[in-house]
C-alpha cells in the first residue's frame, strides 16, 4: 500500500511538473502584412493571405495572431470613403479573432490636411503613430512580415 501511495504521489508531481511545459509549448503564430500601394489587387492579395493564414493554422488548431499594416497610399484601403476592400474588411475582422488592422498616423494627417477635413478610417481600423515604426515594432516582437 505504501508503494502504491508513494507511485500515486510521484506520478501526480510528474503531472503537475509537465502542464507549464505543456502549455508553454502551445504555438502562436504572429504576422504583420504590409500594405502601401492604392491598388485593388494588392488590397484582395493581402486580405485572402490572411484567410489563409487563418484556414492553414485552424486546421492544425494552432494559434494566429495578424496585423494588417497600411501606410501610404496603401491607406486607402482602410478609409471609409475611398476602400475598395470594406465589405471584405468588415466580414474578416468579425469572423477572424485577433485579427487587426493598423492606420498610420503620418499618412492619416497628411491625407487630411490635403483634404481639407479630417479623412474617415473604416471601424475596424486604429490609428498608429507611424506605419513603417509599428512594422518594425512588430518585427521585433518576433512577427514575420509579409508584403504581398
Do not use: W
Request: charged share 20%.
Amino acid at each position: 500500500m505504501l508503494t502504491h501511495t508513494r507511485n500515486l504521489f510521484i506520478a501526480f508531481f510528474l503531472v503537475l511538473a509537465a502542464a507549464p511545459v505543456a502549455m508553454a509549448a502551445e504555438t502562436v503564430h504572429k504576422v504583420a502584412i504590409h500594405v502601401d500601394q492604392n491598388n485593388p489587387r494588392v488590397m484582395n492579395m493581402a486580405l485572402n493571405n490572411i484567410a489563409n493564414i487563418r484556414k492553414y493554422y485552424d486546421a492544425k488548431g494552432e494559434k494566429i495572431i495578424i496585423e494588417l499594416v497600411a501606410y501610404g497610399p496603401g491607406l486607402h484601403m482602410l478609409r471609409a470613403d475611398t476602400s475598395p476592400v470594406k465589405t471584405r474588411i468588415a466580414t474578416m475582422a468579425l469572423e477572424i479573432d485577433n485579427l487587426k488592422f493598423s492606420a498610420c498616423g503620418n499618412t492619416h494627417r497628411i491625407m487630411s490636411n490635403k483634404a481639407g477635413k479630417k479623412v474617415e478610417l473604416l471601424s475596424e481600423a486604429a490609428l498608429v503613430p507611424s506605419g513603417v515604426v509599428r512594422l518594425i515594432e512588430l518585427q521585433e516582437k518576433g512577427y514575420a512580415y509579409v508584403r504581398p
